[in-house]
């Protein structure tokens, strides 16, 4: 027969550890452990998680021998505590709860005080001589077990007692007399009846049967499987049932029930962290009804200060359990070290005292802030409870990245909450802080962003159609909506801080302004949102960086991690500051400095559009000269080549297009020099790969749409005006002519942006595809990164540039390109005396550079793989287009299992990479390879770069310190299963 | 010391077959192969292909020993004929001509009458006893010399012999007297000092080792590299260079010289075809001054006859070589039937009759029309003189193209030219007839195509951006350009007929016309063009649609072809009509039928875009009600449940959206099925795979840019009308009040394009993708294929539907889409009372299928290659954008070897095809494989869909037996492979 129950020190004894958690679940394992190391826990059982399974898998029927067992494992506990199930005199009551190998906070069902019944109440009556607590544990019970386990709804309930509570004086539920609790009892009992068409169960056995099954049940309640699909937790765990002696902390002012945390959970400090309630259920507690107090006296004497208590009226009205009950307060403090011992972490411990004796109800792994989950791991490597490799294990790299959040300044926020500026909270749906003037929709979002104005997208929910919005806004806050709403789901997705569902919001969109409290906040006003916390502003609040030489635990966990990781980390940064951060975070070089960004400086802007408009003419005919020169060589004496070369030397000299290009190179020339030198002297001996102009051309031109708009409306007021005689402008308006030369240069720049516009840009004139029709660019590109390492060698700096050439798909598209590039450096050293090492490599970010890896290797040195690109390619999704229209579908119907720009598809992208790396190192044993997309910050992704044998990731500043983490965790795990496989 | 010399039985006795063309060249093979076949052929010998590479890579030096076994051959022909060389008494003449492994016609050099001197141009006079031959030979040694191995410009010699001409009474070379051809000679001397400043060499030694030289260097001339290019004949052959007796076929009209071919290579029949001229040169037949005369009787017969002279002025003026020589027209015909034994194909001779005495100067391989080359090879093989195997593998699979490409009525095309529409002739760039409106530029092709009208694009030249005219044109004419311009290139790449280069024309784009001798071609008239034969009618020439049934002998090697092919041949076709076309041309099924086109026809569109409109709304309301209704069913006694269902009840009742989007499919059902039925009938009992809806919505939709420009064009003007104080409409225009609600109107539809409208739609909401999002867009398809199944089943018909997706990268949407397909097919067939076997299969399009194909082929039933799509995700290329702006720039640039959209890039698509194939069946055994994508139809994709082993290519109705044929000689080039290696 298999063996369905386990008391609780059998379960220690007799499940090996690693087992425990899988059957006995995370609740029944912690109790099991308690149980076996003599702690004083409520005597019970835990039925298992296969029983769970067995009971589903027989269509919702108990599996062979399972009640037996519980009957036997009930018996047990009778004899241990020295009551029975059901005795009349002095009955045993029970708690049924679930208990799921993870955690499910609220997800599941309890029910306790099982074994009361009419008969009984009257021996825990005798037990207890309290005739109010013995109805009110009564009531209780009908309470629960009719909603929980009948699916009674629970407000039928509530308005009865709300009746009862109306007639006392308090209103409270401490003010209900026996009396009255006695008439609730008779009245549960009554709607029970009415709901049901049957009796509240009087036998004992059969309401323990019943309070199993439905605990069982709630494992595919909606809630939990939600939950369970939200967290990606499998279906098929199931979960165990725990039945234990009841234990009350309400049994007077001896008894108390409480919750501490072995350490401080949100800084992480090495002190009892905890809290009480006299005379008090779990339940109350959590309820938050009653103020409850603090466990060690330290915390209540600060609690105190904080409130301006006295400390007299503290030690009267709000004692400490330290000095109330000193000696099961000193119990308490030796189990919990013990606890923490045995289990060589933080543990969360629920406790209740009956009459002055300590029952310990639950341990578990105590949840902790970011900055306590450093703090915690440094100081536990230092007390030798745990090793450097466990530290580096037991932080999450997404809890550093909260960290390193921009957070607004303490000071700050406190003046404006001083000042009333608190307007309300909602849900801290997206960590981080942000300031910014609000606005009512994505497109003005989208606008204001666009000049550069910081934005705060407030909306009453979001939708996809406010997607661009929110990719402009600083941060988003929305009225509805919970943590898996699309404003939240999406801002997580953009790593922007987000406030949803602050429902204390009354937004009008028609006025463009929200109110709060009867205060109003207007298009353009300033607010501040906290989406760690959840709190609204009005008015702006600065942000700080946070500088990670100052979070020294963290410091010196990353210094344990790089011990320990193979892959280097290295940034994306486009600028010198951002690479000085980076360099501060621990990069190790830059693996993507985007040129383009630099163009879109409104100091060069104009003359790249300037470069821009005149290439492809300017090119066209020096592409004729060059080809006339050709063949002027190849036949000297033919005077029609020599006359055509002529031609074409003319053409070149008197062309305008040729002129206003090469000025444009010209004037692009030393502010691109002057970028550069910054970068190599922030990465000062360090790699810096510059990747040379990416983007369509047409980004850095006017958009086509609102040119055509303006083109179209300035023709029909021409012709409108025309057709009245005698026409004269009025006042401020334009003269026909004025207007016609205006529209003129306009149709003139409309039509070269028209010849400019793709179809599929993302697929389209870009990348290397520019360098082959427009070697200029490149040779101004690679002159300025040679004369900028050259100036900076001279001044005593280590320049190591890289230079990367985007969305190459063939070999012989790179021998071109290198061989423009070597010709440029071999010039610029030779002109200034300087030799300089530089790298020559690629980006892969096309799939047909993947598959090619092995001729593409021939002439690259280095590949970093474009992840984002080469995600848009292999799904053929385009990111602008699918992330709003029909990605997060695609998420709700699991068709994907997460953003796949988010974390690397491995099946897709990933065997592609795969292959790259070992067809491109079979060419080239000693080529670089890294990443520079996206995924380069992600803990996921990470771990598969390592797997493959990446050289390193690049990942933006910020998110250094989380990519540095994971390649350590990737690093150990892989020790780890090395030594499994062993 | 290496052989580099060989004299023609030499050649023909000491190099084995295979390598005598690598060796001696095509021209030296021939000749060799003759004289070893004991035919009269002068003698001579032939300096190989290494000769000429080592001359090449010892820096254009001869290489040791060459010199000296040219002087040891030379002395072998100086025996064998006869005569020294230089002997001032009988000298002996030769000619130096190039003659590389592959024809190069007219791209290399030759000098001929080598070894005339002012010494031994006397001992020609004294050999001929004719003064005037003599000194035309010297001076046509120095003009010949002059130009090609000095590089004297041609022209200069022109001149002094126009000045000679101009003097003569018929201004023709005949005209020349013996003292004038002296003094000539004495002026090319003179003219050779002035330019040279040396002497004409008086060594004939001297004359022959500078005209080996240049006959080498000839080979890196820029035309012959150009060329090579072109061709794709590799640079590192090099030429052989021959060294051959002179023989004169104007030496008296005893003499002659002709050309001819052993079968008519116009139309393969069985006779002598050729030409010949009496006393005259080689020279003389190819400049086309003297009408050249027919050899056979008949062939001179039926010539008389279509110039209308009489029988007794043809013998006398015009007689056949048969009744001029009749012996040495026997010898000829004797000569000519055993080497078309011996190569086993058609040859194309040259030949010279010196004083009666037949000479064989070449043989080599005749060219021939795609007709003649199909008759040639099955008469052949009808003849025993080749097997199928053999006749399969001579004709190109692209030249049958051409045979069923349409041309123009033969009849109407000749009433054409006798009322003298033929207005000019141009290069026949790119095959097949088109007839339409000439248009002068892309933009007005590109309308009146959209508008349905048929149009040639009349331009000088074309450039990139004359592209989407192109598409859009029947038909392309051009004033400039050669085989290799860009309207060529491009036309063929399209597969649409084109005439380049037509100087006559006088283009006047401003006036939007042509004239061409007098006659003025204005927009909009009707020409016609021929692009097989480089013809440009005035006026509408019906084309016609060959059949299949009418070309017997393409018919029978079609069938041969059919039982050597393993690869099956299908089709793609949208539309009944077309299937029957594929059907008749052999196909085998229909792998692709687009359903989408048929949405674009006028009476189903506007349905179409109801659809389209109203599908977010619907969706978005339905998707609420689905939810709404799994909530109520989880909590049957949650009164929100309850009442959240009702709502959303109530708001798909009375939604607009809804009901319009419902009308919409309810019209689409009965048409979207008779279309199924017309495919099921046209390929009863062969299945037919339909593809499921593809393209992003918005295509079906009015374009977004000409909304804008009209929607501001209507606010600005009622903006501007507004201002007028007691405005009121004139005479046509339309009332303020009109206006509003046609603009409001317009803005409600730019809106909802808007919405619709895509970054990159290559990438964006389209295929599987809008079925997820749309699934009753999927269910109507379904439905209206299953129905229509039914209908023609129960008509007696097979029909075979395979159901296709396309775009999916996932696993999961296509179980998510065949729960769908399913479940409507159960439905219909419940409903119906008819059981349809159906297959469920998917494009495999994105790069992500190919990698899942293992996952993927657990649902597919079949996997359809859409390399159109995949070519332009793994290249990162969209095919729109590329084409114009820089695919030809690579194509010119050799970073890619051809347009990856036409040949399949084995190395980057195709080996991702690899992949699929060989995981895919590892899945699924039975896996059914083939391709749809354009590659379908072309020869070199074929065979390496043979190669990976797809079941069958989907290729264009009218490239069915091209598709045939290639794969046919894909199956016997593997066949010979695999013997080789044995």
Not at 125 to 137: H, L, M, N, S
Not at 179 to 190: G, N, Q, S, T, Y
Not at 216 to 229: E, L, M, P, Q
Request: glycine residues 8%.
């Amino acid at each position: 027969m298999k063996k369905w129950v386990y008391l609780f020190e059998e379960g220690y004894r007799e499940i090996p550890a690693e087992r425990r958690r899988d059957l006995l679940g995370g609740k029944g394992a912690g109790l099991a452990e308690m149980a076996g190391a003599g702690l004083p826990v409520p005597p019970g059982f835990t039925i298992t998680t296969e029983a769970c399974n067995a009971y589903f898998a027989a269509g919702r029927q108990f599996p062979e021998g399972l009640w037996e067992q519980v009957l036997e494992a009930l018996h047990r506990v009778e004899e241990k505590v020295g009551r029975r199930f059901g005795d009349p005199q002095n009955p045993l009551l029970v708690s049924v709860r679930s208990g799921a190998k993870f955690s499910m906070p609220g997800m599941m069902d309890t029910v306790l005080n099982v074994g009361l019944t009419d008969e009984t109440v009257k021996g825990l009556i005798a037990q207890t001589g309290d005739e109010r607590f013995a109805y009110d544990a009564y009531r209780r019970l009908i309470q629960m077990f009719g909603r929980i386990v009948k699916g009674i709804p629970g407000e039928r309930f509530e308005h009865i007692l709300d009746r009862y509570k109306a007639k006392t004086k308090g209103k409270q539920d401490t003010d209900l007399t026996a009396e009255m609790l006695r008439d609730i009892v008779e009245e549960f009992k009554a709607l029970y009846r009415k709901e049901l068409e049957e009796e509240f169960p009087q036998d004992p056995l059969e309401q323990l049967r019943q309070a199993i099954r439905a605990v069982f049940d709630s494992w595919f309640g909606k809630r939990a499987v939600d939950y369970r699909n939200f967290y990606k937790i499998p279906h098929d765990l199931g979960t165990a049932c725990n039945v234990q002696t009841m234990v009350f902390g309400n049994m007077g002012f001896d008894s108390a029930t409480g919750v501490a945390f072995t350490r401080n959970p949100a800084t992480g400090e090495k002190e009892l962290y905890g809290e009480y309630l006299p005379n008090a259920q779990g339940e109350d507690v959590v309820a938050g009804i009653r103020t409850p107090l603090k466990i060690t006296k330290k915390a209540s004497q600060e609690w105190a200060r904080e409130h301006g208590i006295s400390e007299e009226e503290r030690r009267l009205r709000y004692p400490s359990l330290e000095e109330r009950m000193p000696e099961t307060y000193q119990q308490f403090l030796e189990v919990a070290a013990l606890l923490e011992r045995h289990y060589r972490d933080v543990q969360d411990l629920e406790f209740t005292i009956e009459r002055g004796r300590l029952w310990m109800l639950q341990t578990r792994t105590g949840k902790r802030t970011a900055k306590a989950a450093v703090k915690i791991a440094v100081d536990m490597v230092h007390e030798g409870l745990i090793t450097k490799e466990e530290a580096v294990m037991r932080v999450e790299p997404e809890q550093i990245n909260q960290l390193l959040l921009p957070r607004f300044d303490e000071k700050a926020k406190e003046r404006a909450r001083e000042k009333g500026d608190l307007l309300a909270r909602g849900l801290n749906a997206s960590p981080g802080a942000a300031t910014g003037h609000a606005v009512f929709d994505a497109d003005t979002a989208e606008a204001w962003g666009r000049d550069g104005r910081p934005v705060i997208l407030v909306r009453p929910e979001t939708t996809p159609d406010d997607v661009h919005g929110m990719i402009a806004a600083r941060g988003i806050l929305t009225q509805r909506g919970g943590a898996t709403s699309h404003a939240a789901v999406v801002a997580r997705g953009l790593g922007k801080p987000a406030v949803v569902g602050c429902e204390a919001l009354q937004i009008d969109l028609e006025r463009k302004q929200f109110s709060v409290n009867g205060r109003v906040i207007r298009e353009g006003d300033f607010i501040s949102i906290d989406g760690s916390t959840g709190e609204v502003f009005a008015g702006q609040i600065p942000t700080i960086d946070p500088n990670l030489a100052e979070e020294r635990e963290l410091a010196e966990l990353l210094a344990w991690a790089d011990e320990f990781r193979r892959l280097q980390v290295w940034a994306n940064a486009d600028y010198p500051r951002d690479a000085r951060k980076a360099r501060e975070f621990g990069a190790e070089g830059i693996g993507l400095a985007r040129t383009e960004h630099m163009f879109f400086e409104a100091d060069r802007l104009p003359y790249v559009r300037q470069m821009i408009l005149n290439a492809p003419e300017a090119q066209r005919l020096m592409d004729q000269l060059r080809a006339a020169q050709q063949a002027a060589q190849a036949r000297p004496d033919d005077p029609k080549a020599q006359k055509a070369l002529r031609e074409a030397e003319r053409a070149v000299r008197t062309s305008k297009a040729v002129k206003a290009y090469r000025k444009a190179l010209d004037r692009l020339l030393p502010v691109q020099r002057k970028d550069f030198e910054g970068l190599f002297e922030a990465m000062d001996g360090l790699p810096v790969i510059i990747r040379l102009i990416d983007p369509p051309m047409h980004e850095f031109l006017p958009r086509y749409e609102e040119l055509l708009a303006e083109v179209v409306e300035l023709r029909t007021r021409i012709e409108e005006r025309r057709k009245i005689k005698g026409y004269r402008p009025r006042k401020g308006e334009k003269s026909i002519r004025q207007m016609e030369e205006e529209l003129a240069e306009k149709e003139a720049l409309l039509r070269a942006v028209n010849a400019l516009r793709e179809m599929n840009p993302m697929l389209g004139l870009r990348g290397i595809r520019l360098g082959i029709l427009y070697p200029d660019i490149i040779r101004l590109q690679v002159r300025a990164i040679l004369e900028a390492a050259c100036n900076v060698k001279r001044r005593g700096i280590t320049p190591k540039p890289e230079i990367m050439i985007p969305l190459s798909a063939d070999v012989k598209e790179l021998q071109i390109v290198r061989e423009i590039v070597d010709e440029v450096a071999r010039e610029v050293m030779a002109r200034e005396g300087v030799e300089i090492e530089y790298k020559f490599g690629t980006m892969i970010e096309v799939p047909r550079a993947a598959l090619l890896a092995a001729e593409i290797a021939q002439v690259a040195e280095f590949f970093s793989f474009g992840t984002n690109d080469l995600t848009q390619t292999v799904w053929a999704i385009s990111r602008d287009d699918a992330e709003g229209k029909f990605l997060l579908r695609y998420l709700e119907e699991k068709i994907v299992p997460e953003n796949p720009f988010q974390v690397l598809d491995r099946k897709g992208v990933g065997r592609l990479m795969r292959m790259a790396v070992e067809e491109g190192r079979r060419t080239r044993p000693d080529l670089e390879v890294g990443i520079c997309g996206e995924h380069g910050g992600d803990p996921s992704s990470i771990e598969f770069c390592h797997e493959i044998g990446l050289n390193y990731v690049s990942a933006s500043p910020y998110r250094v310190p989380v990519a540095r983490l994971a390649a350590a965790q990737a690093a150990l795990k892989e020790r780890a299963a090395r030594i499994e496989t062993r």
